[in-house]
């Protein structure tokens, strides 16, 4: 079956997750899986375990409590995210594989731009000489999976300094244009990584698929 992506461009954070969970409320065991990728306007997003005491000082920046796992993180323009729309109960994908395939995808995308990243085996995401570029969240109901990936490609990291990412103090946080010399088009980032997604999550071919969000 083939992987479909949409291209969402700058997006509010509620109504996209609000049509991811009616995607997966709705989709049958036909439905083809798909991949969103977008940013979104300043927010943070707290998980479902969530701690109070990780969101320090979040200001006039909105916080939103949503159903994913992990902590506090933050999302904002020149950051990449990937919503993975996928049925592992077809797949026969277990979460944790699904998570290390997500973390290969992202490793292998940072070396096509000559960034040396590794995962942790204890702390989800991707990481550049300790600091992290890309975080992780998934939710899964009912063997299908929504949220997904947000790698920092060229952003405003200042809004991290408000919070505990992911619930570590101190966590330094890193991006894809302060590891390269000269301009990084985001287009071609994204491009790159949905190449890496698809090879990593073993899809036969992939399509572009038109509309917004549809479910």
Same mark, same amino acid.
């Given at each position: 079956?083939?992987?479909?992506?949409? #291209?969402?461009? !700058?997006?509010?954070? #509620?109504? /996209?997750?609000?049509?991811?969970?009616?995607?997966?409320?709705?989709?049958?065991?036909?439905?083809?899986? #798909?991949?969103?990728?977008?940013?979104?306007?300043?927010?943070? /997003?707290?998980?479902?375990?969530?701690?109070?005491?990780?969101?320090?000082?979040?200001?006039?920046?909105?916080?939103?409590?949503?159903?994913?796992?992990?902590?506090?993180?933050?999302?904002?323009?020149?950051?990449?995210?990937?919503?993975?729309?996928?049925?592992?109960?077809?797949?026969?994908?277990? %979460?944790?594989?699904?998570?290390?395939?997500?973390?290969?995808?992202?490793?292998? /995308?940072?070396?096509?731009?000559?960034?040396?990243?590794?995962?942790?085996?204890?702390?989800?995401?991707?990481?550049?000489?300790?600091?992290?570029?890309?975080?992780?969240? !998934?939710?899964?109901?009912?063997?299908?999976?929504?949220?997904?990936?947000?790698?920092? %490609?060229?952003?405003? !990291?200042?809004?991290?300094?408000?919070?505990?990412?992911?619930?570590?103090?101190?966590?330094?946080? /890193?991006?894809?244009?302060? !590891?390269?010399?000269?301009? %990084?088009?985001?287009?071609?980032?994204?491009?790159?990584?949905?190449?890496?997604?698809?090879?990593?999550?073993?899809?036969?071919?992939?399509?572009?698929?038109?509309?917004?969000?549809?479910?």
């Amino acid at each position: 079956m083939s992987l479909g992506f949409r #291209e969402l461009g !700058l997006v509010d954070y #509620e109504p /996209t997750w609000q049509a991811m969970q009616r995607f997966t409320n709705e989709r049958g065991p036909d439905t083809a899986d #798909e991949i969103w990728l977008l940013q979104h306007r300043p927010v943070f /997003t707290q998980g479902q375990a969530g701690k109070p005491e990780h969101l320090l000082l979040p200001g006039d920046i909105p916080v939103v409590q949503v159903d994913r796992g992990g902590q506090v993180t933050y999302h904002g323009p020149g950051q990449l995210v990937a919503y993975l729309l996928l049925d592992l109960r077809r797949s026969g994908l277990g %979460v944790r594989e699904l998570v290390s395939r997500i973390e290969r995808s992202l490793i292998a /995308t940072l070396a096509s731009y000559g960034v040396s990243a590794s995962a942790k085996p204890d702390a989800p995401g991707v990481y550049v000489a300790g600091a992290k570029i890309a975080s992780l969240g !998934l939710r899964i109901r009912n063997g299908r999976s929504f949220h997904g990936l947000a790698l920092n %490609v060229d952003m405003d !990291l200042t809004p991290f300094r408000r919070i505990n990412p992911c619930g570590y103090a101190g966590l330094a946080m /890193t991006q894809l244009a302060d !590891l390269v010399a000269g301009p %990084v088009a985001f287009s071609e980032v994204s491009a790159r990584l949905r190449e890496q997604l698809v090879s990593h999550l073993e899809y036969a071919q992939q399509k572009t698929l038109t509309g917004v969000m549809d479910g």
